[in-house]
């Protein structure tokens, strides 16, 4: 997919059927002539160097149901922060605690 970028525009142009099918699919999701459109906002961070994808939420759609180790509890109340995507969340201490982005969640505190 070729993005360009000029000024305060950005233009993806799909380069294989594929690029346009998940394209129309992103645009429908995102654009609501009747209501307000949908944001995308980065996540994480993109360093190619370290993992070559760029990550972001779509603002006013909700996420998937949090996932939890059931072999890893909390020692104390803690807030726990995703590394690759920067969801916090509040765990109690005993509770099991969340995956997010395919690894445990680490401790803030």
């Known amino acids: 997919?070729?993005?360009?970028?000029?000024?305060?525009?950005?233009?993806?142009?799909?380069?294989?059927?594929?690029e346009t099918s998940s394209l129309t699919v992103l645009w429908r999701v995102m654009v609501d002539c009747m209501r307000d459109?949908?944001?995308?906002?980065?996540?994480?961070?993109?360093?190619p160097e370290?993992?070559?994808v760029a990550r972001f939420v779509?603002?006013?759609i909700k996420g998937g149901q949090t996932e939890y180790d059931h072999?890893?509890?909390a020692?104390?109340?803690?807030t726990y922060v995703c590394t690759v995507c920067n969801k916090y969340m509040q765990v109690k201490s005993g509770d099991d605690l969340p995956l997010?982005?395919?690894k445990l969640m680490e401790n803030m505190d």
């Not at 997919?1 to 305060?8: A, L, S």
């Not at 459109?37 to 993109?46: A, M, Q, S, V």
């Not at 020692?75 to 803690?78: G, K, L, N």
């Open 1 to 18: 997919m070729k993005i360009t970028i000029d000024k305060n525009v950005v233009e993806f142009v799909p380069d294989n059927n594929e």
């Open 37 to 47: 459109n949908k944001k995308l906002e980065p996540i994480g961070e993109y360093v």
């Open 50 to 52: 370290k993992s070559n």
């Open 58 to 60: 779509l603002e006013g």
């Open 71 to 73: 072999s890893h509890q």
């Open 75 to 78: 020692s104390a109340d803690s």
């Open 100 to 102: 997010c982005c395919g």
